[in-house]
Nanobody, 117 residues
Framework: QVQLVESGGGLVQAGGSLRLSCTASGNIFSINTMGWYRQAPGKQRELVAS???????NYADSVKGRFTISRDNVKNTVYLQMNSLKSEDTATYVC???WGLGPIRSWGQGTQVTVSS
Protein backbone atom coordinates (compact mmCIF):
# COMPACT_ATOMS: atom_id res chain seq x y z
CA GLN A 1 0.00 0.00 0.00
CA VAL A 2 1.24 3.47 -0.93
CA GLN A 3 0.46 6.59 1.04
CA LEU A 4 0.99 10.22 0.10
CA VAL A 5 0.88 12.66 2.99
CA GLU A 6 0.65 16.36 2.20
CA SER A 7 1.27 19.30 4.48
CA GLY A 8 1.82 23.01 4.37
CA GLY A 9 -1.52 24.37 3.26
CA GLY A 10 -3.30 27.15 5.05
CA LEU A 11 -4.59 30.69 4.92
CA VAL A 12 -2.33 33.44 3.65
CA GLN A 13 -2.76 37.00 2.47
CA ALA A 14 -2.29 37.92 -1.14
CA GLY A 15 1.38 38.43 -1.88
CA GLY A 16 2.41 35.92 0.74
CA SER A 17 4.10 32.55 0.48
CA LEU A 18 3.45 28.94 1.38
CA ARG A 19 5.45 25.77 0.97
CA LEU A 20 3.66 22.49 0.37
CA SER A 21 5.24 19.11 1.03
CA CYS A 22 4.19 15.62 0.02
CA THR A 23 5.91 12.47 1.19
CA ALA A 24 5.36 9.05 -0.32
CA SER A 25 5.65 5.96 1.82
CA GLY A 26 4.77 2.29 1.77
CA ASN A 27 5.45 -0.29 -0.88
CA ILE A 28 6.61 2.22 -3.48
CA PHE A 29 9.53 1.89 -5.87
CA SER A 30 10.92 3.37 -9.06
CA ILE A 31 9.41 6.79 -8.52
CA ASN A 32 9.38 8.84 -11.70
CA THR A 33 7.33 12.00 -12.08
CA MET A 34 5.99 13.82 -9.03
CA GLY A 35 3.55 16.67 -9.32
CA TRP A 36 0.93 18.95 -7.93
CA TYR A 37 -2.60 19.50 -9.20
CA ARG A 38 -5.18 21.90 -7.88
CA GLN A 39 -8.92 22.25 -8.04
CA ALA A 40 -10.95 25.27 -7.10
CA PRO A 41 -14.71 25.15 -6.50
CA GLY A 42 -16.57 25.10 -9.78
CA LYS A 43 -13.39 24.72 -11.83
CA GLN A 44 -11.66 21.83 -13.50
CA ARG A 45 -8.65 20.24 -11.93
CA GLU A 46 -5.43 21.55 -13.43
CA LEU A 47 -1.80 20.58 -13.35
CA VAL A 48 0.18 23.15 -11.42
CA ALA A 49 3.69 21.74 -11.72
CA SER A 50 5.55 18.48 -12.20
CA UNK A 51 9.12 17.26 -11.90
CA UNK A 52 10.67 14.16 -13.38
CA UNK A 53 13.19 11.87 -11.75
CA UNK A 54 15.84 13.67 -13.76
CA UNK A 55 14.77 17.05 -12.48
CA UNK A 56 12.95 18.33 -15.56
CA UNK A 57 10.14 20.64 -14.50
CA ASN A 58 6.89 21.75 -16.05
CA TYR A 59 4.63 24.57 -14.87
CA ALA A 60 1.21 25.91 -15.66
CA ASP A 61 1.47 29.31 -17.32
CA SER A 62 -0.48 30.87 -14.46
CA VAL A 63 2.20 30.01 -11.90
CA LYS A 64 5.41 30.42 -13.89
CA GLY A 65 7.82 32.70 -12.10
CA ARG A 66 5.94 32.43 -8.81
CA PHE A 67 5.94 28.71 -7.95
CA THR A 68 8.90 26.34 -7.75
CA ILE A 69 8.67 22.57 -7.61
CA SER A 70 11.50 20.48 -6.20
CA ARG A 71 12.03 17.01 -4.83
CA ASP A 72 14.17 15.02 -2.44
CA ASN A 73 14.62 11.54 -3.87
CA VAL A 74 16.06 10.18 -0.63
CA LYS A 75 12.99 11.25 1.32
CA ASN A 76 10.52 10.49 -1.50
CA THR A 77 9.22 14.00 -1.02
CA VAL A 78 8.07 16.67 -3.45
CA TYR A 79 7.78 20.33 -2.53
CA LEU A 80 5.93 23.27 -4.00
CA GLN A 81 7.19 26.69 -3.01
CA MET A 82 4.48 29.22 -3.74
CA ASN A 83 5.37 32.91 -3.73
CA SER A 84 3.43 36.03 -4.63
CA LEU A 85 0.20 34.20 -4.02
CA LYS A 86 -2.98 35.54 -5.55
CA SER A 87 -6.61 35.00 -4.65
CA GLU A 88 -6.99 32.91 -7.79
CA ASP A 89 -4.49 30.42 -6.36
CA THR A 90 -7.10 29.43 -3.78
CA ALA A 91 -7.79 25.74 -4.27
CA THR A 92 -7.26 22.26 -2.93
CA TYR A 93 -3.78 21.15 -3.89
CA VAL A 94 -3.17 17.46 -4.47
CA CYS A 95 0.16 15.76 -5.03
CA UNK A 96 0.73 12.88 -7.41
CA UNK A 97 3.48 10.33 -7.74
CA UNK A 98 4.07 8.10 -10.77
CA TRP A 99 5.89 4.95 -9.76
CA GLY A 100 6.49 1.33 -10.55
CA LEU A 101 6.49 -0.40 -13.90
CA GLY A 102 3.08 0.76 -15.20
CA PRO A 103 3.67 3.41 -14.12
CA ILE A 104 1.06 3.69 -11.42
CA ARG A 105 -0.20 7.10 -10.37
CA SER A 106 -0.99 7.61 -6.71
CA TRP A 107 -2.84 10.65 -5.41
CA GLY A 108 -2.73 12.43 -2.11
CA GLN A 109 -5.80 13.51 -0.20
CA GLY A 110 -5.22 17.20 -0.79
CA THR A 111 -4.36 20.24 1.25
CA GLN A 112 -6.33 23.47 1.21
CA VAL A 113 -4.69 26.73 0.21
CA THR A 114 -6.72 29.88 0.75
CA VAL A 115 -5.41 33.27 -0.33
CA SER A 116 -7.25 36.28 1.04
CA SER A 117 -7.25 39.50 -0.92
Amino acid sequence: QVQLVESGGGLVQAGGSLRLSCTASGNIFSINTMGWYRQAPGKQRELVASITNGGRTNYADSVKGRFTISRDNVKNTVYLQMNSLKSEDTATYVCTVDWGLGPIRSWGQGTQVTVSS
